[in-house]
């Protein structure tokens, strides 16, 4: 089935459109550069003579599996800057990720980088309907955060207006949006439902607010949250994905067809790879997904392993663009919970929740070990219409969650309702799992 365009099909840049033989001549090329560049990198120049690998010896894009794979950890070995690949003098920016140490795992730009970042953020949002004549609101954090800034420079590439808000202060958001008329919003996929919530709280209608479109990264979210934010907001949402590690935003984003995240070709070389072999899956199977970096400067990178789990779709999209397309991140392989022999992602609970009418998007998972058996309680707002003291309807709402997550993970859950506004909000990324067997 031939699915709609939901907004025009224009296309920011030609490259997105390059025939797959050419575009393959140009990943090849662009990997020799990205080994002769790293091959002073002490790091990297150790791998490379262990491998025997030189610029000269690559040959296609099919040699990148000859190469060494690069973690978080060899971040935080080379922890601040050891893998950089250019002189200090050269780096205009910094940016970090948080870690479980303390300390960041910090990413340099180049000037040409920072061009690179913009350019890639303008392809998506173009693609996902952002014209100059926009008013754009800009919801994440700027800081070390590589959010706020990268749609930042891909909102200034593509001559739309920003209010760059950051994030927090949700009432003052939302008079910001009346006040200036934002149609386009950007912020994490959760943050939208509780500038929703807040917006009713305060007796406005959100459907009621200008915003016309939403361009959401910064944590998994599903399709069924895409349908739910739509309905509360009134907007078409779009989905976007990057990591610090490899640029920050525009590493792929949706067009108007909404089938996928077309990647970046060719900028980014990607893999999917069995998590447990690294050996590549087959077409259209899950993976964990594995970038190559081919054009940055400052801190090119060569098979990071993202743990972001996902499959990938080669056939043609009828926008024309040629990259090839990933679907939504279905979780990450050292997020994944192993629950009694079964293995289950968040996003699949958060599926099965989305399905059963009454229930809000706002959930915590919480995994524990009492015993010998692993028990898992999904705590669950009700919504403020449906919320009732009956222990009736009560217990049937927990009765059809718990056979909708059964049905999709596997599993059986305690269910625990709670009152409408109980559970912690995030103006970030949602904290959606405390794992007590840790």
Not at 202 to 229: C, K
Not at 281 to 296: I, P, Q, S, Y
Request: aromatic share 6%; net charge neutral; charged share 25%.
């Amino acid at each position: 089935m031939m699915m709609k365009c939901v907004v025009e099909n224009r296309i920011w840049d030609p490259a997105e459109t390059l025939p797959r033989p050419d575009l393959k001549k140009l990943q090849a090329e662009r990997l020799r550069q990205c080994v002769a560049r790293l091959a002073h990198v002490p790091f990297y120049k150790n791998k490379f003579t262990e491998l025997g690998i030189t610029p000269d010896s690559i040959g296609g894009i099919e040699d990148v599996r000859r190469l060494p794979i690069t973690t978080k950890e060899d971040f935080r070995q080379n922890y601040p800057l050891g893998l950089l690949a250019v002189p200090r003098e050269q780096i205009v920016r910094i940016h970090g990720s948080s870690g479980t140490t303390g300390k960041p795992t910090f990413v340099a730009y180049t000037k040409q980088d920072r061009e690179t970042w913009a350019n890639l953020c303008a392809r998506f949002l173009v693609a996902g309907g952002l014209r100059p004549d926009h008013m754009v609101q800009i919801a994440f954090g700027y800081g070390l955060f590589t959010g706020g800034f990268g749609l930042h420079y891909g909102v200034e590439k593509v001559g739309a207006a920003i209010i760059p808000a950051a994030s927090g202060n949700t009432p003052r958001q939302i008079m910001l949006m009346q006040d200036l008329g934002a149609q386009v919003l950007i912020c994490t996929p959760s943050y939208s439902l509780q500038i929703a919530e807040v917006a009713r709280s305060m007796g406005l209608d959100p459907q009621h607010l200008p915003l016309q479109f939403a361009h959401f990264g910064g944590e998994p979210w599903t399709e069924d949250m895409r349908v739910e934010i739509e309905r509360e907001l009134g907007l078409l949402a779009f989905n976007n994905y990057g990591l610090s590690e490899i640029i920050g935003p525009g590493v792929s984003g949706e067009c108007g067809y909404r089938t996928g995240m077309h990647i970046q070709e060719d900028h980014f070389l990607v893999e999917c790879l069995n998590p447990d072999t690294l050996e590549p899956v087959g077409e259209g199977e899950t993976g964990e997904l594995v970038f190559t970096t081919l054009t940055k400067e400052a801190m090119p990178v060569i098979r990071y392993r993202t743990r972001d789990i996902a499959t990938l779709d080669r056939s043609p999209c009828p926008c024309g663009r040629t990259g090839v397309r990933m679907s939504r991140i279905i979780g990450r392989s050292d997020d994944m919970l192993i629950i009694r022999g079964v293995n289950v992602f968040p996003s699949q609970i958060e599926e099965a929740l989305l399905r059963v009418e009454g229930t809000a998007p706002h959930y915590l998972i919480e995994v524990s070990r009492p015993g010998t058996l692993d028990e898992v309680t999904v705590h669950v707002e009700m919504r403020p219409q449906d919320f009732s003291d009956k222990l009736s309807q009560v217990q049937a709402l927990r009765d059809r969650i718990d056979r909708e997550i059964n049905s999709i993970c596997g599993i059986r859950a305690k269910v625990n309702l709670v009152e409408p506004q109980t559970l912690e909000r995030s103006f970030g990324k949602a904290q959606r799992v405390l794992d007590h067997r840790k």
